[in-house]
C-alpha cells in the first residue's frame, strides 16, 4: 500500500498507507488535513500483485463526510481509470467493480469536509 497524491508535493501520509491493509480497524491511513479541498482527489493505492478481476472493493472509515471512488491501473502511478461510482465513506462501504481489471487499486478520495482529514482503516478486495 502506499499514497497518491499527483496534484500536490506527491506525498500524502505515506508512512500510514500500510495501515490501512493490516488487519486491524483501530489502525488507519489518514490524508493531510485541509482547510479547504481543493484537488480533484488524493488515494490509497494497493498492489495486489499481479493484474486482478476486481469484483468488489470494501473501505471502512470513522471520517463522516468522505467521498471516494476505486479506479484502477497497471502501474504504481497511473493512469488510473475510474470502475466506480463516488460515495460517501460509512463505517463499512462496499464498491462494486463488476469484474475490471488491474494490478493497482486506488481508493481516490475526491471530497473532505472542510477544516477536515480523511481516514481510512481497512481496504479488502474481491478479486480472481
Known amino acids: 500500500a502506499g499514497a497518491f497524491d499527483p496534484e500536490g508535493d506527491g506525498h500524502e501520509r505515506d508512512e500510514e498507507a500500510a495501515l490501512a491493509v493490516d488487519g486491524n480497524e483501530s489502525t488507519f491511513w489518514r490524508t493531510e488535513r485541509y482547510s479547504r479541498f481543493f484537488k480533484t482527489g488524493v488515494g490509497l493505492v494497493l498492489d495486489a500483485g499481479r493484474p486482478v478481476r476486481v469484483r468488489q472493493v470494501a473501505v471502512d472509515s470513522g471520517t463522516p463526510g468522505v467521498r471516494a471512488e476505486i479506479r484502477l491501473?497497471?502501474?504504481?502511478?497511473?493512469?488510473?481509470?475510474?470502475?466506480?461510482?463516488?460515495?460517501?465513506?460509512?463505517?463499512?462501504?462496499?464498491?462494486p467493480v463488476a469484474g475490471k481489471t488491474g494490478r493497482y487499486v486506488v481508493v481516490w478520495v475526491t471530497g473532505l469536509q472542510p477544516e477536515s482529514a480523511g481516514e481510512?482503516?481497512?481496504v479488502r478486495l474481491r478479486a480472481t
Open 73 to 95: 491501473g497497471s502501474s504504481r502511478t497511473g493512469p488510473f481509470t475510474r470502475v466506480s461510482a463516488t460515495k460517501t465513506l460509512t463505517a463499512r462501504t462496499t464498491f
Open 120 to 122: 481510512v482503516a481497512e
